[in-house]
T-cell receptor
Framework: GAVVSQHPSRVICKSGTSVKIECRSL??????MFWYRQFPKQSLMLMAT?????????EQGVEKDKFLINHASLTLSTLTVTSAHPEDSSFYIC????????????FGEGSWLTVV | EDQVTQSPEALRLQEGESSSLNCSYT??????LFWYRQDPGKGPEFLFT???AGEEKEKERLKATLTKKESFLHITAPKPEDSATYLC????????????FGQGTELSVKP
């Protein structure tokens, strides 16, 4: 099956620093990847859509200068949380849609970010 | 605006007690409806994609059905290992492939 890998799975950073989360599609190419955020006991909230080789499209209310997304290749997208604050602490999940292979979207295991 | 509502929010079953989860949706044009399973602290695991009213798909003890307004996830003779949160999501036409999720149904199956 299609595998999406996220790294790191858990990260703790100090307030004011930046942290990068990687999302890789291991056995398929993905022109499009998506980044979600999930708070405890809540559903997934779409943050942005990233397309390989172009700028990400951010959902309303998501600060593009704070959550930098780069999709430099067909198998890798990165999310950088800049100048992190405790309120940015959350579970971040990426997903990927295999290029030219239907509409199914596969999710990574998620990354827990704690800002102290 | 595309919207997904799942019910119930939480469901407790005894092992072997069959039941159904509901997903009601409104979307301007449906490309697909998706069911995922999510275990605590993990990313969603893909279960099914349904594309048109009347379609049904099965996997082990799970069966998903679709109408023009809602989808059901039927669980037959559940086991404790089926305990998880089940998420429903819709993908609209001309939306770039993004998924709109419901709040999920937290299923607990007791032995």
């Amino acid at each position: 099956g299609a595998v999406v890998s996220q790294h790191p799975s858990r990260v703790i950073c100090k307030s004011g620093t930046s942290v990068k989360i990687e999302c890789r599609s291991l056995d398929f190419q993905a022109t499009t990847m998506f980044w979600y955020r999930q708070f405890p006991k809540q559903s997934l909230m779409l943050m942005a859509t990233s397309n390989e080789g172009s700028k990400a499209t951010y959902e309303q209310g998501v600060e593009k200068d704070k959550f930098l997304i780069n999709h430099a290749s067909l198998t890798l997208s990165t999310l950088t949380v800049t100048s992190a604050h405790p309120e940015d602490s959350s579970f971040y999940i990426c997903s990927a849609r295999p290029t030219g292979a239907g509409n199914t979207i596969y999710f990574g295991e998620g990354s827990w970010l704690t800002v102290v | 605006e595309d919207q997904v509502t799942q019910s119930p929010e939480a469901l407790r079953l005894q092992e072997g007690e069959s039941s159904s989860l509901n997903c009601s949706y409104t979307v301007s044009g449906l490309r697909g409806l998706f069911w995922y399973r999510q275990d605590p602290g993990k990313g969603p695991e893909f279960l099914f994609t349904l594309y048109s009213a009347g379609e049904e798909k099965e996997k082990e003890r799970l069966k998903a059905t679709l109408t023009k307004k809602e989808s059901f996830l039927h669980i037959t003779a559940p086991k404790p290992e089926d305990s998880a949160t089940y998420l429903c999501a819709v993908q609209g036409l001309n939306q770039g492939g993004k998924l709109i999720f419901g709040q999920g149904t937290e299923l607990s199956v007791k032995p």
